[in-house]
């Protein structure tokens, strides 16, 4: 099983920017399509991107297109989320997930991590 460890979340004005980083050990990096999600307080966990093991099959939730980039680096075990023009609906703990499949749902993801904290301020 792979363990996933997200970081670079944080606090940030609309309209600034972050990347969130997830570090993968302990399973084949490569092998695993990898997944954002996050949920606000309240809310159900929402999908936001996902990327396939060679990093040419991307998928974004309509909220994170043209904002958002999915990507990853297999070299280190590592995928990236870098997001733009963030808004206050962005705050949320996000997650990233791993999972065999190329899907939406998080349903079918068999790995998650501990969550980061994003918070956009108005």
């Known amino acids: 099983q792979v363990q996933l460890v997200e970081s670079g979340g944080g606090w940030v004005q609309a309209g600034g920017s972050l990347r969130l980083s997830c570090a993968a050990s302990?399973?084949?990096?490569?092998?695993?399509?990898m997944g954002w999600f996050r949920q606000a307080p309240g809310k159900e966990r929402e999908f936001v991107a996902t990327?396939?093991?060679?990093?040419?099959?991307?998928d974004y939730a309509d909220s994170a297109k043209g904002r958002f980039t999915i990507y990853r680096d297999n070299a280190k075990d590592t995928v990236y989320l870098r997001m733009a023009g963030l808004r206050p609906g962005d705050t949320a703990v996000y997650y990233c997930?791993?999972?065999?499949?190329?899907?939406?749902?998080?349903?079918?993801?068999?790995?998650w991590g501990q969550g980061t904290q994003v918070t956009v301020s108005s």
């Open positions: 997930a791993a999972a065999e499949v190329f899907s939406r749902d998080s349903y079918s993801y068999v790995a």
């Open positions: 302990g399973r084949t990096f490569s092998r695993y399509f």
């Open positions: 990327i396939s093991g060679p990093g040419n099959w991307l």
